[in-house]
């Protein structure tokens, strides 16, 4: 079965500074997603930043960006620019890829989160 | 706006009764997930339904159960309610089918269940 490992349960970054959040996983599939979910105070979940696997090039949205190691099976999340608003739990999730998903079987695995404070 | 609506948004009720949470995916959406969240804790997964048949199982008490309706539209009920359901359910979508999908899920904004 797949885990999703987060070893940091709590952070914390200056504001304007970057901070990398880690996440490790264990799978057997080559084909698969990778996504960094944050959930701040108001307890909405929203999605960060998402990775295919078959991609090498690392996926970066605005001010966050991930450092995707498929032989180690890490993805680590960067926040440059730390802003007040991001202080949250961030999530690291797995799902495989939509060529498995006629499988029977839990499609989505959340890692237990890290949360982040931002100090002003 | 996720797309994903959970009703209703707050629950308060009393221990032993039974209620009804709803979740309405985003258009398209084959697949609803639904997810416990207790205060300060991680995700814990309940159970998948996709188009209408159960995908997938998780930790889901016998007192838990779910199904997913031929609009699409998905309602997890909780009987027999003890203090420990207290909690935040989390109703999520994604698209789900064969193929090189994106498979992104998608969030609704969460019951708080209160039970009292």
């Known amino acids: 079965a797949q885990t999703v490992t987060q070893s940091q349960p709590e952070m914390s970054v200056q504001e304007a500074e970057t901070v990398t959040l880690s996440c490790t996983y264990d799978?057997?599939?080559?084909?698969?997603?990778l996504f960094w979910y944050k959930q701040p105070p108001s307890r909405q979940m929203i999605l960060v930043i998402r990775?295919?696997?078959?991609?090498?090039q690392n996926a970066t949205e605005n001010r966050f960006s991930v450092n995707f190691q498929k032989a180690a099976k890490s993805f680590s999340l960067k926040i440059s620019d730390s802003q007040l608003g991001d202080a949250a739990m961030y999530f690291c999730?797995?799902?495989?890829?939509?060529?498995?998903?006629?499988?029977?079987?839990?499609?989505?695995?959340f890692g237990p989160g890290t949360r982040l404070s931002v100090l002003p | 706006d996720s797309g994903v609506t959970q009703t209703p948004k707050h629950l308060i009720t009393a221990t032993g009764q039974r209620v009804t949470l709803r979740c309405s995916p985003r258009?398209?959406?084959?697949?609803v997930y639904w997810y416990q969240q207790s205060l300060d804790q991680g995700l814990q997964f309940l159970i998948q339904?996709?188009?209408?048949?159960?995908?997938a199982k998780g930790n889901i008490l016998e007192r838990f159960s779910a199904q997913q309706f031929p609009d699409l539209h998905s309602e997890l009920n909780l009987s027999s309610l003890e203090l420990g359901d207290s909690a935040l359910y989390f109703c999520?979508?994604?698209?789900?089918?064969?193929?090189?999908?994106?498979?992104?899920?998608?969030f609704g904004a969460g019951t708080r269940l209160s039970v009292l």
């Open positions: 999520a979508s994604s698209v789900g089918t064969g193929g090189r999908a994106k498979n992104i899920q998608y």
């Open positions: 799978t057997s599939e080559s084909d698969y997603y």
């Open positions: 990775q295919e696997a078959y991609k090498q």
């Open positions: 999730a797995y799902s495989p890829s939509g060529l498995s998903l006629d499988n029977y079987g839990q499609n989505f695995v």
């Open positions: 258009s398209g959406d084959l697949s």
């Open positions: 339904y996709y188009n209408g048949e159960e995908r």
